[in-house]
């Protein structure tokens, strides 16, 4: 407690220590504790409003915030402040408001920091949890950020019909796990490409993929595609870029669609590979699509219902892979870079 009577607390926080080069290591990053941080909302301020975050979220798109970025139209976001708590989604409860909308006890999720206690000014950013029946861990991933842009890249970029056949890379992870699923309710013949025959099995007996392949023991990876979509594929919805992208390029139907969520695989290359079939996109008329996840923000309310439906009707399928203490934080986050984890990342931290 402060000298003024004003409850205060100790605030551990994970900090970006240096830039990185290459892939990142623990090292790079370290937690931090500061003393005498209030937990009431400064009364100045209309809109602000102060969270105990419970869980973290990890992900892929951090890295390119943790680089030195000299060109600022290259990456839309800022870089990371050295010695600043690290920015990404998280879910916690609301312990003090000045904003109208927000009370203490509310169960929310959005964009914050990662650190036990976060002072949030920008709160068009923060949802209220509307299924806290469910794991409340779930708004990390299936029911947040990552669970949205499964939706929206899949839905509204890549616009699926019944009978077509999709392909997801990375699809262990928290992106893809929910577009196969997804793509098999709306009636889809699905194919995920994972690193290891544990993610392979778990595609096909937990996620209903029809079939899979583990992209590191195929030494053609056109061959793999081929023997899994012969028919070719509809929809490719990448998430890691790179030589895997240039197949599927290979292999896409007429008037297919390429949906362009993340490119894991050049995140840590110090030159990015090109991209060497996209002479296919003229004559096969493929449309290839970028998408951010905040671009569909207006739609959260009729994700959440139809995913918390899904999910109750047991035909949504979770898998989450869960450290325990902030501490461990940071080598959680680098674990995604090598495919350590199994489904979606997250640390829980209260």
């Avoid at 209309?46 to 139209?73: E, Q």
């Avoid at 013949?189 to 992209?215: Q, R």
Wanted: glycine fraction near 12%.
């Amino acid at each position: 407690m402060a000298a003024n009577g004003e409850v205060t607390t100790t605030n551990k926080k994970v900090v970006l220590r240096r830039y990185v080069t290459g892939y990142p290591t623990a090292e790079d990053m370290e937690v931090v504790a500061t003393p005498g941080i209030p937990l009431r909302a400064p009364r100045g301020l209309t809109a602000a409003v102060v969270v105990k975050n419970l869980y973290l979220s990890c992900d892929p798109w951090m890295r390119g915030r943790m680089t030195r970025n000299d060109d600022s139209d290259a990456v839309p976001a800022d870089d990371f402040v050295l010695g600043e708590a690290l920015v990404n989604y998280t879910v916690g409860e609301v312990v003090d408001s000045t904003h109208p909308e927000f009370s203490a006890g509310d169960l929310v999720w959005g964009m914050s920091t990662w650190e036990e206690y976060t002072l949030v000014t920008k709160t068009e950013g923060l949802f209220k949890i509307n299924h806290p029946e469910l794991p409340l861990s779930y708004y990390t991933g299936v029911l947040g950020m990552t669970g949205l842009t499964a939706y929206a890249g899949l839905f509204e970029v890549g616009k699926p019909k019944g009978g077509e056949s999709v392909f997801v890379s990375a699809a262990a992870g928290a992106v893809g796990q929910v577009v196969g699923q997804l793509a098999k309710i709306a009636g889809c013949y699905v194919v995920g490409s994972a690193g290891s025959d544990e993610k392979v099995n778990i595609l096909k007996n937990e996620m209903g993929f029809d079939d899979a392949f583990n992209y590191k023991e195929e030494k053609d990876l056109n061959a793999a595609l081929r023997q899994c979509l012969p028919g070719g594929i509809d929809i490719y919805f990448d998430n890691v870029g790179g030589t895997t992208l240039d197949a599927a390029l290979l292999h896409m139907k007429l008037g297919g669609r390429v949906v362009i969520c993340g490119m894991i695989s050049q995140y840590n290359l110090p030159e990015h590979e090109g991209v060497h079939n996209l002479f296919c996109l003229i004559p096969k008329r493929i449309r290839m699509e970028g998408f951010a996840v905040m671009d569909y923000f207006h739609l959260y309310a009729r994700f959440e219902k139809e995913m918390a439906g899904f999910i109750k009707e047991g035909n949504m399928s979770v898998i989450e892979d869960v450290v325990q203490g902030i501490e461990k934080a940071p080598d959680a986050l680098i674990g995604l870079f090598s495919g350590r984890n199994v489904g979606k990342q997250l640390v829980a931290i209260a």
